[in-house]
Nanobody, 124 residues
Framework: QVQLVESGGGLVQAGGSLRLSCAAS????????MAWFRQTPGKEREFVAG????????RYADSVKGRFTVSRDDAKNTVTLQMSSLKPEDTAVYYC?????????????????WGQGTQVTVSS
């Protein structure tokens, strides 16, 4: 079993930055595809960014390309989402997720583990 715990959320003004961290425990996540999703009330959870084993493949949603950067530190068993130029529409609960095997990174059903989420609020 893998436990994922997100941190770093909060309130920030539009144009500001936040750094989200996802700490994994229970087993190493080095072989896992790791991703960040976000969700707002009444909407489906949407893919934000993902990173493969050894950071070979990195994917971003079009809405965050050029503003967000996902990275991983397998020595520390962590995944980070650096968010810059934040917009009010980035407001959501952000979730970290891990998949042992992945074919469609945007598909929530393919993820084995999820964190509890961290709230990000961007004020205008």
């Amino acid at each position: 079993q893998v436990q994922l715990v997100e941190s770093g959320g909060g309130l920030v003004q539009a144009g500001g930055s936040l750094r989200l961290s996802c700490a994994a425990s229970g087993r190493t996540i080095s072989s896992y595809f790791m991703a960040w999703f976000r969700q707002t009330p009444g909407k489906e959870r949407e893919f934000v960014a993902g990173i493969s084993r050894s950071s070979v493949i990195v994917r971003y949603a079009d809405s965050v390309k050029g503003r967000f950067t996902v990275s991983r530190d397998d020595a520390k068993n962590t995944v980070t989402l650096q968010m810059s130029s934040l917009k009010p529409e980035d407001t959501a609960v952000y979730y970290c997720a891990g998949a042992s095997a992945i074919t469609r990174p945007t598909n929530t059903a393919q993820y084995d583990y999820w964190g509890q989420g961290t709230q990000v609020t961007v004020s205008s």
